[in-house]
């Protein structure tokens, strides 16, 4: 198994064109590519005040609250209250969506796939269990809160650094919650 760790302390922050916050991105693939270009993209924002999503037209989207008191996401017209942390929420990134914060600032984890191309399934874990990486695919673990350990890799995770595993099985101890992001590339 390859691990890539990524320490959340070298991220830095992209200030939106709206101003309504902040994201740093966690890992994206290929590497270097823009908005336009990526065919997988995973990252956390700092979510100061509601307002409209940027719409990407051909790409899934999950979204999870991980810190504050929630939002609430009209998607398409329909209104989703994403007020308990650690839940994710998927809806496609060319609907007209919009923001609005429940009782304040919220930071949430983003992951978007190039429809076609990829696909991610998001799932959180707070206790131990194993890892595998399927064919075809690679995993990145997101500590998000607490700390979580790759046994055979000798890797610690704290709040927000990140592991990208390619290939194999591996136990991933969690005292917190992290997120196990799955994404296999078609074709």
Known sequence: ???????????????WLNGGGVTREVAGFPTGAGLAEFVWRVSLADVAQGGPFSRFEGVDRVITVVEGAGMALTVAGTEHRIAQPYRPF??????ETG???????????????????ATAEVEIADFQRAVRVPPSA?????????TAELDSADVRLGRYDAALLDGGEDLLRVDGVTAVVTIRHAG
């Not at 390859?2 to 200030?15: H, L, S, Y």
């Not at 998927?90 to 609907?95: C, H, I, K, Y």
């Not at 923001?99 to 191309?117: E, H, I, Q």
């Not at 690679?138 to 607490?146: K, Q």
């Open 1 to 15: 198994m390859t691990v890539q760790v990524m320490r959340a302390d070298g991220r830095a922050a992209t200030p």
């Open 90 to 95: 998927a809806f496609p990134g060319e609907a």
């Open 99 to 117: 923001c609005r914060l429940l009782d304040g600032p919220v930071v949430d984890f983003n992951v978007m796939t190039r429809r076609g191309r």
């Open 138 to 146: 690679v995993v990145l673990l997101v500590c998000l809160a607490g």
